[in-house]
């Protein structure tokens, strides 16, 4: 049996159009225009207002040179730490219930919101020569404030968060039963981790770690409050900057831009890990 069709095909209409589709993208442009402007600007001027000899003249100054070294050194400490004690934080907050959790959640990102000074009178109060651990240290000749230790240990407080953030998110994306089948052929917990779990999540996990070192790079508040800003020492690139605008202006504008330049690096780099392909390596028998 067949079914006429009454429609004439010459009369079917064009799929109708929305004249304001047209002019919405324009006004999403304009509005987002300024505030990218707002962020842009500033840093451009302020790179632009340092000419390349005047960076290439200051960066051999034994107080640039302290400052870079410094920041190189506690960061790196500091980075090795974070993933060392984060990433088991990380994996339990990722896959275990346990009561309390979300209080430890909230603790855990509690430093990413305090302001950085408060951080800093925290540890002092903590770790300093009369506080509730560092007067113990103190008895046994050990002491931590306004030391490179303290430098450490304030990058820690302020950038862990971040890692253990983005490690976080990536392990909770992995499906529990490629887990458990992977156990089920004979791995352990730590073979899966190794063979399933961290190729998997490889890409939080270096991304993670590569926002962590930018934070700390930039560390400002609690390394000025627990660590003291004593040039050769304690004195990172973000303390030469304050210090410098007191003394030497070229100095303070020259660490400036060598701050904004490996921060922005390290964002391309972050960018460009999450866009790879995430590829796990399996052996064939």
């Known amino acids: 049996m067949k079914v006429k069709s009454y429609m004439n095909p010459s009369k079917?209409?064009?799929p109708r159009t929305n004249p304001f589709a047209h002019w919405s993208r324009h006004i999403i442009e304009a509005m987002s225009l300024p505030f990218a402007l707002f962020i842009s600007v500033p840093l451009l001027i302020l790179v632009s207002s340092v000419p390349i000899s005047q960076i290439l003249g200051q960066i051999g100054a034994p107080?640039?040179?302290?400052?870079?070294?410094?920041?190189?050194k506690t960061t790196s400490i500091s980075l090795i730490l974070t993933i060392a004690f984060g990433t088991p934080l990380a994996y339990l907050m990722a896959k275990h219930q346990f009561p309390l959790k979300r209080v430890l959640d909230a603790i855990i990102d509690l430093p990413t919101v305090l302001p950085p000074l408060v951080a800093g009178v925290a540890l002092l109060?903590?770790?300093?020569?009369?506080?509730?651990?560092?007067?113990?240290?103190?008895?046994?000749?050990?002491?931590v404030a306004f030391t490179q230790a303290a430098v450490v240990m304030a990058q820690l407080f302020i950038?862990?968060?971040?890692?253990?953030r983005a490690a976080s998110l990536g392990f909770s994306t992995i499906d529990p039963e490629l887990e458990q089948a992977c156990q089920l052929d004979g791995a352990n917990?730590?073979?899966?981790?190794?063979?399933?779990?961290?190729?998997?999540?490889?890409?939080?996990?270096i991304s993670g770690g590569v926002m962590s070192w930018a934070r700390s790079l930039g560390e400002f508040g609690a390394t000025i409050m627990f660590a003291g800003n004593y040039p050769g020492r304690t004195q990172t690139m973000p303390l030469a900057v304050y210090l410098g605008f007191e003394m030497d202006i070229h100095q303070a504008l020259t660490l400036s831009v060598i701050l904004v330049g490996l921060s922005f690096l390290s964002l391309l780099a972050i960018?460009?890990?999450?866009?790879?392909p995430i590829q796990v390596l399996t052996s064939s028998k």
């Open 12 to 14: 079917i209409l064009p």
């Open 63 to 72: 107080e640039v040179i302290q400052a870079i070294m410094i920041s190189l």
């Open 125 to 143: 109060l903590t770790f300093g020569r009369n506080g509730f651990i560092g007067s113990w240290l103190a008895r046994i000749g050990i002491n």
């Open 159 to 164: 950038a862990t968060p971040f890692y253990i």
């Open 189 to 205: 917990r730590w073979q899966t981790f190794i063979h399933l779990t961290f190729p998997l999540s490889r890409q939080a996990l």
């Open 271 to 276: 960018k460009w890990i999450l866009f790879q």
